[in-house]
């Protein structure tokens, strides 16, 4: 009887230490335990190409963690009201995490700090946010590729002329260091390319097909512009080419939606930097996942950017880049 005993208490303790060991430590004790963990991913608009790319790849990530993902934005890549809008209906419903691509990065603050308050960790993407309240952004080093459009230009017009660039607007972060990157670039390294002043044209094309039209009818001898956006390259495109100059204006895009790849090879469009927008959606939505869990995170991750043209545009890496 006494034996007997004895081997039930070693099977008790056994049994115990067992159960315990199976079990997963987690830095956050708001974890669900009998759902999906929620990341909110809200992007600058759900209508345009890159942000489609930029959703397969979150909802890849989504799909690997097993997680649920809410992808909810504006319309409009300028509405930043409503951003804002989506922003603070999706802080209410409490989300583990969320994920901002930052329309206005000035106006989202307050809305940062009431998810500080609640314990729900930030993660931007694309367009940063000079905030110590997000953990890390996942972005294009969107500077340094304003710095190669600068070059690759400079190159194709042989250090001399005039040239432009056309933004989308003045807060989002990610077209302010593009347009940066360009403008320091061609004044500290090249004396002989004149700069005229930066056109800002929202997100319609036909607004950036009459700015273009208007530069070069203020500026006859214009030599290169650099468009900040798919759209804005394909709205330059559209310009020139209505005005039967595609033999003068040198043309640097920016993205990889399929039409700047085909304008490559009708010679139109001298060349474009990629971004890789499903990497980034992925690599958005791992870092809030992980940041949740408790893991550190680096202050920043890079996706990467690769300038394409003639020359390299049918290379398999450059394929898996482009997106409709």
């Not at 209505?242 to 490559?264: C, E, P, R, W, Y």
């Amino acid at each position: 009887m006494k034996r007997m005993f004895i081997v039930g208490l070693i099977l008790f303790f056994s049994l115990g230490h067992t159960i315990r060991g199976t079990e997963q430590p987690c830095n956050n004790t708001n974890m669900p335990l009998h759902s999906k963990t929620t990341i909110l991913v809200i992007p600058k608009s759900i209508e345009r190409p890159f942000w489609k790319a930029v959703k397969r790849g979150a909802q890849k990530a989504a799909d690997d963690y097993n997680l649920k993902m809410i992808y909810e934005g504006p319309e409009i890549e300028t509405d930043a009201a409503k951003q804002l809008e989506i922003l603070k209906s999706n802080l209410a419903k409490k989300p583990q995490a969320i994920v901002l691509a930052a329309i206005d990065s000035k106006a989202v603050k307050p809305y940062l700090e009431e998810a500080q308050e609640t314990n729900i960790p930030v993660i931007s993407f694309d367009t940063g946010v000079d905030s110590p309240i997000v953990k890390t952004t996942i972005a294009t080093d969107n500077y340094e590729a304003g710095v190669l459009a600068a070059k690759k230009m400079a190159e194709l017009i042989n250090g001399q002329g005039k040239v432009g660039v056309i933004v989308y607007d003045q807060t989002s972060q990610s077209g302010i260091n593009r347009r940066d990157g360009f403008i320091d670039t061609i004044q500290y390294d090249y004396p002989n390319i004149q700069l005229i002043p930066t056109q800002y044209s929202g997100t319609d094309i036909k607004k950036v097909e009459e700015i273009t039209k208007n530069i070069l009818k203020e500026h006859p001898d214009l030599q290169g512009l650099f468009g900040t956006t798919d759209f804005i390259s394909l709205g330059i495109i559209n310009a020139v080419k209505a005005l039967n100059k595609t033999d003068q204006v040198t043309i640097i895009g920016f993205d990889s939606v399929k039409a700047l790849g085909d304008s490559i090879r009708e010679g139109v469009l001298a060349g474009a930097i990629a971004q890789n927008p499903f990497e980034m959606g992925y690599k958005a939505v791992e870092a809030a996942f992980k940041e949740y869990k408790g893991e550190i995170l680096p202050s920043f991750i890079d996706t990467g950017f690769t300038w394409y043209d003639k020359s390299n545009i049918d290379n398999p890496d450059i394929q898996n880049l482009l997106y409709e």
